[in-house]
């Protein structure tokens, strides 16, 4: 019998899924500054005592809050957002093919079968995960310079004063608005990556390796900002606002438009897709190696025995 190569052996779930968290946890620590931004530039006109200052595009945001409130806020969250991928990105990641398996009823997966994967992988992944949404969201929105006294000292406090004044339903708020991003998100990034990188190999224009998946994250990251920035931005101001200042997700999204018009649906969405084609290139590069790093480990000492 031929023995198969590290590449040609298909990984394991458990192997994908620790991929999938490990890999997303780079990518976050990476690009999180610019998550931080966009978060900014999403609340900016919510309210007047959101911020004194007027943040402009997304380096000047940057800047802004690194010379404003120091360098170390732009990574305000930051535990809350690795926890987060790590409870939701390596399962809505690192299920997605098992998943996509049993939705194939041919040889082959249809384009319906990708979708239907996405969808529940995204689905169950947001419930499981949206408890540090929601903390990561409000930490990076806090400002100590301006405004209301900053509601959480840090990533558990935070966690525990939602807990106690809103209940635990506070940690699953915005669930739906997040439940429609996070299915967009996941189906467009998922599925996208996924036909474009099987184009480009089964059309021999690359190989299955490094500029292939930087290729397919890069294209999979444009598509999934231009259908998921209106529902991202309505997300973050229900996520972020106080006990009683919407009182439904619709409600956000009406009061949005009416007092900052259309436009408002699509604030942060440069650092949004900065972020997410960033983010997308480090993730998928570092999720394929890393998979086939670990399989190769595991046939080398599988031969060592």
């Not at 590290?6 to 500054?33: E, L, Q």
């Not at 098992?98 to 082959?108: A, I, N, S, W, Y």
Request: glycine share 8%; aromatic share 8%.
């Amino acid at each position: 019998m031929v023995g198969h190569t590290a590449s040609d052996v298909p990984p394991t779930m458990a192997v994908k899924i620790f991929s999938a968290g490990v890999a997303a946890c780079v990518a976050d620590i990476i690009t999180f500054p610019l998550d931080t931004a966009k978060v900014r530039l999403q609340i900016q006109g919510e309210c007047l005592t959101s911020s004194a200052f007027r943040y402009k595009g997304v380096l000047g945001t940057i800047i802004t809050l690194a010379k404003t409130e120091g360098p170390v806020k732009l990574y305000s969250g930051l535990p809350a957002g690795l926890q987060r991928q790590i409870s939701f990105a390596s399962l809505r990641i690192g299920l997605y093919d098992t998943v996509q398996e049993f939705f194939t009823t041919g040889k082959e997966a249809s384009l319906g079968s990708k979708i239907s994967a996405g969808l529940t992988t995204g689905g169950v992944a947001v419930f499981i995960g949206q408890p540090t949404e929601v903390v990561k969201v409000r930490l990076q929105a806090q400002s100590h310079l301006h405004g209301p006294k900053p509601r959480y000292t840090g990533t558990y406090n935070a966690y525990r004063i939602i807990a106690t004044t809103e209940g635990l339903t506070g940690l699953w708020k915005g669930t739906t608005p997040n439940l429609t991003r996070n299915v967009i998100i996941n189906c467009t990034e998922l599925v996208t990556y996924d036909l474009m990188k099987e184009a480009l190999v089964k059309n021999k224009l690359l190989a299955d390796d490094v500029p292939c998946h930087f290729v397919s994250a890069v294209v999979a990251g444009f598509c999934t900002t231009v259908l998921s920035s209106p529902v991202d931005v309505v997300k973050t101001r229900f996520v972020n606002s106080s006990p009683g200042q919407y009182t439904s997700v619709p409600n956000c999204a009406m009061m949005m438009l009416t007092r900052e018009g259309p436009s408002a649906f699509f604030k942060g969405s440069v650092p949004s897709f900065l972020r997410l084609g960033s983010w997308n290139i480090i993730m998928f590069v570092c999720f394929e190696q890393l998979k086939r790093e670990l399989m190769r480990s595991r046939q080398t000492m599988g031969c060592a025995t």
